[in-house]
């Protein structure tokens, strides 16, 4: 009689075992819903024209072909495994509840003539040919980059702000989207045109769906996704300022992408805060066409717990006498991660560019992780300047001990280095109320994680 080792599990043993989930790779996106499908059922219940319905089903063709990672520089720092949306189920034309209240800042008749600030279906029904000359092809939007083409496809919300040729507007244009319901996703666009010699600023705001949602113990409440994308095209001598203060719950996965075409003698300046969400997956892609146009952008992030940044910037100089000053800078709490990643490129054609790129983590405890990757590409040799820096590591101890020499506390030194690392984007932010709002976020982080470090102290 043969006996089954006792080691051996047996056919009986093996059946009643419950079967572990299938591994994901780091790079498997977390969710289904984005097919052909999908895209016909968009165009069909929203009642797209026919060429709408074809340019969906071509964008999702491409992203079912791409990979999430088309850069082999970067493919080795995605990670979306803390991303769990496989019952996701995408908004068509329903939408969290404060999607009505999004532009409450504009009351008609208070934008000057020239001036639109109105949602992608206004935009349709006002001026067929404009939007569909904006939207057909995906022109604003990166061709090789599968998410990018995931709103391309299966956008289902979307503004478009146009300011007029030689229209100078004083006052910030407030864009609010809220984060999707937990179980949901949320895809969104935004397209701003800024014409020939107009100016205009933009804030927009990332918030919360709703009040926190308990569930019973041993359950997880189901996360939420959003994706939103910025498209900015920008005029010969225009200037565009936009800020945005994302500080969704901790619950939703968050992917975005902002892209600026900028023309001959225009000026782009970027001012993002990234704060909340568990997954966060930024991309900006600077394209100066024109000569002596500049972008200047800054992004950064506060992290604490387990939440995780992936941050990436493009900027590609083709224009002559072109200038771009780019900063990236991280702080983290707890088990907090980030990835700063930028490629600067400077074409053949964009003699006497002027760029630079740097990108600073600042680790607050042990656990957390930064890694800072930038790179520069250069054909053309006849630049102005064109480099790039980084660092990453805790508080500078030097700075600490000059704060405490004058008689500060420890802790409120350690407060005000880190806010001051952060204060660049505060600074940029264009309304007043948001940027005394994002200082009272950025001050509730602090507080959040010193009582976090205290307790986990305590245990």
Same mark, same amino acid.
């Given at each position: ?45 929203? #009642? ?10 071509? %964008? ?11 850069? $082999? ?6 990670d979306?495994r803390?991303?769990?949306l ?26 000057? !003539? ?30 090789? !980059? ?6 391309? =496809?299966?956008?289902?919300? #979307? ?6 040729? #030689? ?5 910030? +244009? %407030? ?8 179980g ?28 926190s ?10 996360? =939420? ?15 565009l ?14 992917? *975005? ?16 805060? $990234? ?10 892609? /600077? ?11 800054v ?7 387990? *939440? ?9 100089? +083709? ?5 771009? /000053? ?10 907090a991660?980030?990835?700063?990643? #930028? ?7 964009? +003699? ?10 600042m /680790? ?5 992780? %930064? ?8 054909? $053309? ?5 064109v ?21 500060? !506390? ?16 505060v ?5 007043e ?27």
């Open positions: 009689m043969t006996q089954t080792p006792a080691s051996t599990p047996t056919a009986a043993a093996r059946a009643a075992t419950p079967l572990r989930p299938p591994r994901r790779s780091p790079s498997d996106l977390p969710f289904r819903f984005p097919d052909a499908a999908l895209a016909e059922r968009l165009a069909t219940e929203r #009642g797209e024209p026919e060429w709408l319905r074809a340019d969906r089903l071509a %964008a999702a063709a491409a992203y079912d072909a791409l990979p999430v990672e088309g850069n $082999q520089l970067y493919t080795p720092y995605v979306l803390a991303a769990v496989d019952e996701a189920e995408p908004y068509i034309l329903d939408g969290p509840a404060e999607l009505g209240d999004d532009l409450r800042a504009i009351e008609p008749g208070s934008l000057p !003539d020239g001036v639109q600030v109105e949602t992608m279906s206004q935009w349709l029904e006002r001026d067929p040919d404009a939007f569909r000359r904006a939207i057909e092809g995906g022109a604003s939007l990166p061709e090789d !980059d599968k998410l990018a083409q995931l709103a391309r =496809g299966f956008w289902s919300h #979307g503004r478009h702000v146009e300011v007029g040729a #030689g229209i100078k507007l004083e006052r910030p +244009i %407030a864009l609010r989207w809220p984060a999707a319901a937990p949901r996703a949320l895809i969104t666009r935004t397209i701003v045109t800024i014409g020939d010699g107009a100016s205009a600023s933009i804030v927009e705001e990332l918030v919360p769906c709703g009040p949602i308990e569930c019973a113990e041993a359950e997880t409440v189901p996360q =939420g996704f959003f994706h939103g994308t910025t498209e900015a095209i920008l005029g010969a001598g225009s200037s300022a936009f800020a945005s203060i994302q500080e969704f719950e901790g619950g939703q996965v968050t992917f *975005q992408h902002r892209r600026a075409q900028i023309g001959e003698g225009a000026a782009m300046q970027w001012a993002l805060a $990234q704060l909340g969400g568990r997954l966060v997956r930024s991309r900006v892609d /600077n394209r100066l066409e024109g000569d002596r146009s500049t972008v200047d952008q992004e950064i992030v506060f992290g604490g717990e387990q *939440q995780f940044f992936d941050l990436t910037s493009y900027t590609r100089h +083709i224009g002559r006498d072109t200038t771009g /000053n780019l900063l990236s800078k991280g702080a983290l709490l707890d088990r991660r980030s990835y700063m990643k #930028g490629l600067i490129t400077i074409e053949k054609s964009a +003699i006497g560019t002027d760029s630079f790129l740097g990108e600073f983590g /680790n607050l405890s042990r656990a957390t992780r %930064a890694v800072a990757i930038p790179s520069l590409e250069i054909d $053309q040799p006849d630049c102005r300047r480099a790039h820096a980084s660092s990453v590591g805790p508080i500078d101890p030097t700075q600490l001990f000059y704060l405490e020499s004058r008689g500060i !506390d420890p802790d409120e030194a350690r407060k005000f280095i880190v806010l001051g690392f952060l204060e660049p984007v600074a940029r932010v264009p309304l109320s948001a940027r005394e709002r994002l200082r009272e976020l950025l001050e509730e982080k602090w507080a959040a994680g010193v009582a976090a470090a205290e307790a986990s102290a305590a245990a």
